[in-house]
């Protein structure tokens, strides 16, 4: 496995905050096009549900002593492209609820090279992000995301440390439908007055050209994809 140092380094943080099961639902609600009959006991209830299953498992049950954010995505009808789905749905809606909540800072999405988004994303096998999509497809899915789990790895290695995990089912790298869901219900994750935070990587994404890691980052106050 490659990391960035030999030891931890503690540079990059998210400020650990409460959650506000409400508020994350009713930005998705609005922003990221979840079902409105949806309640927040409900949503609520189904992450801590999903959480006591990871805490009653001894190789999870860490995940939740660092920064975890709940998220919701709604049912998707038709993902067949999932880079048209993150430049025409995901990435447009994370801009709506960043610029609510931040109505002064700005958030911009830059492909470098003459790269496109459409029709050039596929899925890393080791990822078992196929499985995730197709939960989505199937309904309305609740879930948590740990920003933070695999920081210091390179992608790479984030993907080969998968066939390493149990798998107890539900789990998954990150790609651009969950970690949207999660800003669009958290827009301040990355945003903080104290200290410098990670970027995100869609790990679970390969882009057509090797060149390019499909990655979020703060800005100073601002956003970048």
């Known amino acids: 496995m490659r990391v960035f140092s030999e030891s931890p380094q503690c540079y990059y ?32 209830l189904a992450c801590e549900k999903l959480k006591k299953k990871f805490l009653s ?26 880079g048209k789905d993150l430049q025409d749905v995901e990435l447009p809606n994370f801009h709506k609820s960043f610029n609510a909540k931040y109505p002064e800072h700005h958030f911009k999405a830059i492909l470098q090279s003459n790269s496109q988004l459409a029709g050039s994303i596929s ?13 989505c497809q199937a309904e309305t899915v609740v879930g948590w995301y740990f920003p933070q789990a695999l920081q210091e790895f390179d992608v790479e290695s984030q993907r080969k440390q998968m066939s390493d995990l149990p798998n107890i089912g539900n789990i998954c790298l990150s790609g651009g439908v969950d970690i949207m869901a999660a800003l669009i219900g958290n827009p301040h994750l ?6 410098y935070a990670p970027i995100l990587c869609m790990s679970a994404y390969v882009h057509s050209d090797p060149r390019l890691v ?3 980052k703060s800005y100073g106050p601002h956003m970048e994809f």
Do not use: M, W
């Open 13 to 44: 943080k998210i400020e650990s905050q409460p959650i506000n099961f409400s508020k994350v639902l009713e930005n998705s609600i609005k922003f990221g096009g979840v079902d409105p009959s949806v309640n927040t006991d409900d949503f609520q």
């Open 123 to 135: 899925l890393d096998s080791r990822s078992r992000y196929d499985e995730f999509v197709a939960q």
């Open 57 to 82: 498992n001894p190789e999870f049950e860490n995940l939740f002593k660092g920064v975890h954010v709940p998220f919701i995505c709604k049912k998707i009808e038709s993902i067949d492209d999932l």
């Open 190 to 195: 990355l945003i903080g007055e104290n200290d």
């Open 214 to 216: 499909l990655l979020i």
